[in-house]
């Protein structure tokens, strides 16, 4: 078998090497070393209004959130900016880049946790609608203005997720409010004058079947009606979170996106109706589906190393570039970026640089025999890729490219040893 059986759009086998987004990954790696990560222009636009399309076919009031977490490079939320998405934001970095990317205030939500006040004070001044995740945060908010649209981050009370740290609804999450403390925070909004509202859930991340989203969105539909009936409340949006899943294993089966649009929308559309909700917007917030396999990261291999029990290729990425496999165990397919037509013939460790046995980017993976030299293509990079890296070990972040069509453009520097030492200081006494 060859590792490369199924490429998915935009990655292309051109006679043996491996192309994203008609652009040549040698040539890339060849002009911007490596590790390097490579975000192709035109699969996140695709996977946006795939998605976008997939919702309004049901409904006609439809908002996409990108989760800025999985990937916050200035391009990336530029392109997404231009699609007409809004976006969800967890920090006040995320909202500065995401003003600056050219996403108006109207369009962001706020989804923190353990906020402080001088970010409240930050959201409230920028105008950033606030999605409150504990009546502490929505008290002290209330002190300091009086928002124009509050929304609500229920506990739907059924989580999911690809890992136990992925999941983010059910009895052991710090997140949300349970459903008593929602109806007592909206009570709360409305006495200080608030007017206008939303609810939110988002229940884990990493999600591939549907059922989940289902029965979350009906719990949280109860309490909407709740709130509704017991305040008179009524919403402009219903947000259900994202989740969404990708396939990261050649055998993973895609999310049914139109089975997950019609589930998910006629529940919605049934329940508003029952419940009286009116017409609210429907919001998603995914982050992983829009731009996972929108990048792939390119490492080369210096060392091959065998022991009597393991063969062990080692190459310039480790968990300082990606986490992923160390954090959470998670699978990420790799090919030989320059031997794509080359059967399988061993089986190999895919390891980093990094000083920890737990610097593992693939293990006991199928692999064509690999030579010092070699490139390897880590795909489904895009998610949690670049904005988990670190420096640690020293070794200062990769670089980002962006691809469109057979056009590239470096769109992060390589940081540099300077960037290490850019913000520290020698203690006067040790100078
Ligand atoms: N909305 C909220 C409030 C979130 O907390 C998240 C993700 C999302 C949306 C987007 O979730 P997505 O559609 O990307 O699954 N580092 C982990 C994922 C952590 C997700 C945290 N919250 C990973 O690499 O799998």
Redesign the pocket.
Known sequence: MKSTQKLREPLENREGRLYFDCVSTSELAAKFDTPLYVISESRIRDNYRRLHKALTRYYGKIRV?Y?A??NSNLSVLKILATEGAHL?A?SPGEVSMALKAGFPPERILF?GTSVRNDELKFLADAKITVNVDSLSQLERLLKIATPAVLSV?VNPEIGAG??D??I?AGKSTK?GLWENDALVAYRQARKAGVKRFGI?M?I????LPVEPFVLALEKLLEIAKRVRDELGVSFEFVDM?????VPYKPEDKELDLNAFAENVLSLFKQKIAEYNLGEPFFCV?????LVCDACILLTAVNTVKTTPFKKFVGVDAGFNTLI?PA??G?YHHILVANKLDAEDAETYDVVGPICESGDVLAKDRRLPKIQEGDLLAVLNAG??GYA?SSQYNARPRAAEVLVKNGKYALVRRRETLDDLLAAQQMAEWLQ
Do not use: N, Q, W
């Open positions: 959130l989760a977490k999985a969800d967890v989804t981050r690809h890992h740290h992925c983010t997140f939110h988002h884990g991340s990493g999600i979170g994202g989740g969404l899943g917030e995914p982050g992983r589906y992923r954090m959470y998670s998610a949690y988990m």
